[in-house]
Nanobody, 119 residues
């Protein structure tokens, strides 16, 4: 069982920046791909950014160029650097760790951290 704890959320003005962190209770190194999701009020949860064990990254179109996902396997931590934030980025952000190949996928979720972009 892997536990994930997110932190770094808060209230920020439009155009501002935040860095989210997700610390895993165990080794994620070569085992887990890591994903940041978000869920805005009244909307479905959506993938924001992913980083594979190889370090290859992928971003949702609306955040590409503004957000950066990176991982520090030595500390079992994945980060999401968010720049040039807009009100549309307001959501609860969740960390996800996954391993395996469909349909045999094992995944874990954090409890989420609130990000509010407002003037």
């Amino acid at each position: 069982q892997l536990q994930l704890v997110e932190s770094g959320g808060g209230v920020v003005q439009p155009g501002g920046s935040l860095r989210l962190s997700c610390v895993a209770s165990g080794s994620i190194g070569s085992l887990y791909g890591m994903v940041w999701y978000r869920q805005a009020p009244g909307k479905q949860r959506e993938m924001v950014a992913t980083i594979a064990t190889s370090g290859v990254t992928y971003y949702k179109d609306t955040v590409r160029g503004r957000f950066t996902i990176f991982r520090d396997d030595a500390s079992n931590t994945v980060y999401l650097q968010m720049n040039t934030l807009t009100p549309e980025d307001t959501a609860v952000y969740y960390c996800n760790a996954r391993r395996g190949v469909y349909p045999d996928i094992t995944q874990y979720w954090g409890q989420g951290t609130q990000v509010t972009v407002s003037s």
